[in-house]
């Protein structure tokens, strides 16, 4: 018989967290919040608990996302994720971030499963508050059965009831420009964790910690990495995979590969350097086998590949071999600060956000 309650508990172990918030996470198991169905796999049919009760706890115990909606609860080729469970030590960073305690006014933006809000719900106590956002209907109901007896307050919708101000603001949604309202609900120093992606495709969403700056903006530096769900207001269609097609134009040889730039942790930090640019990982048949490469596309319909063995094929009008090039030694030259040494500057009303270091500036359009 599978121990769900020893996984948990060997989950929670495992969290590189406060004591308040670890055991606000042993309080309330996992597996108590995950649907019957999710998704594993991007093809192929769902996992049903029931038929596979062992499969489905390791997935739901492996430390990482659970993927419990696909394609908006419809149907697809592809398993899209449209909801799911966050990676708990994600979850554990971005809760710290917040600096959530007892008494505090917590505004959540994307219910999912309802575990980070019976989390939260568990740390502010019975003096404060969670109000937890859910713009998929049938996301909110599961949320609501499986947050019976608590305090949460699950909203179906994408505005915060009422007029007052939130002490912690917490998404679990990727944005490019944050929202007005967001900004406007947060109170004086209040933290605003937000997963920030510069595009709707971008290769990663970083978590960002703001605060006010204004009445309609705000700014915070970038403080993990992230991958997030796109929130659904500001999905954009993806498009065409760059270069397909498309004969190379030109060569370049670099001086590194996609293997540094992803295994080194680089790639979002390359990203936050290179507004305009869709940037990504991928897979291509390279020496006998299936190599990786890191691709790259603009607007104007120029592309990039960098290759397992250093060259970058590219073309188009704009040179992206040399703009990788370019983002990657400057960020050499500067012994390759972490994500941390980047800040997110925010206006609600302003057509872009801007991303900058000790050593740079960059304004990505929104």
């Known amino acids: 018989m599978t121990d769900l309650g020893g996984r948990h508990a060997d989950l929670v172990s495992r969290l590189d967290t406060t004591d308040a918030i670890r055991a606000a996470f042993a309080d309330h198991p996992r597996h108590l919040f995950i649907p019957d169905l999710v998704w594993p796999t991007p093809q192929g049919l769902p996992l049903v608990r029931t038929a596979d009760p062992e499969r489905w706890a390791a997935y739901v115990y492996d430390g990482d996302s659970v993927v419990t909606q696909a394609n908006d609860g419809g149907n697809g080729l592809v398993n899209t994720p449209s909801s799911s469970s966050s990676a708990p030590q994600l979850m554990a960073d971005m809760i710290e971030a917040a600096r959530i305690g007892p008494g505090m006014r917590v505004l959540e933006i994307g219910t999912g499963t309802g575990w980070n809000a019976r989390v939260l719900d568990s740390l502010v106590g019975p003096t404060g508050s969670v109000t937890s956002l859910e713009i998929d209907a049938d996301v909110a109901a599961h949320a609501r059965k499986r947050l019976s007896g608590s305090r949460v307050e699950v909203v179906h919708g994408t505005e915060a009831p009422g007029t007052g101000s939130y002490d912690a603001i917490i998404a679990t949604c990727s944005v490019s420009r944050v929202p007005a309202a967001w900004i406007e609900r947060a109170g004086e120093d209040a933290p605003i964790v937000v997963p920030w992606g510069p595009r709707s495709d971008s290769h990663a969403s970083p978590v960002a910690v703001l605060r006010r700056t204004g009445p309609r903006s705000a700014a915070g530096p970038l403080t993990c990495e992230a991958f997030f769900m ?134 990505h359009p929104v």
């Not at 507004?275 to 086998?289: K, L, S, T």
């Not at 104007?300 to 960098?306: K, P």
């Open 230 to 363: 796109r929130d659904r207001t500001q999905r954009v269609p993806l498009g065409g995979f760059p270069g397909m097609g498309c004969d190379s134009a030109s060569t370049r040889v670099v001086p590194f590969t996609p293997d540094d730039l992803v295994e080194d942790d680089l790639l979002t930090r390359v990203m936050l350097m290179l507004p305009g640019v869709r940037i990504g990982v991928g897979g291509r048949p390279f020496g006998g086998g299936q190599g990786r490469i890191v691709y790259m596309g603009t607007a104007d319909s120029s592309w990039a590949y960098l290759w397992p063995d250093g060259a970058v094929h590219w073309g188009g009008p704009t040179p992206l071999a040399d703009r990788l090039r370019g983002a990657y030694e400057l960020l050499g030259e500067h012994g390759c600060p972490g994500l941390g040494a980047f800040t997110l500057e925010v206006d609600a009303d302003g057509p872009v956000c801007r991303v900058r270091a000790p050593f740079g500036a960059w304004e």
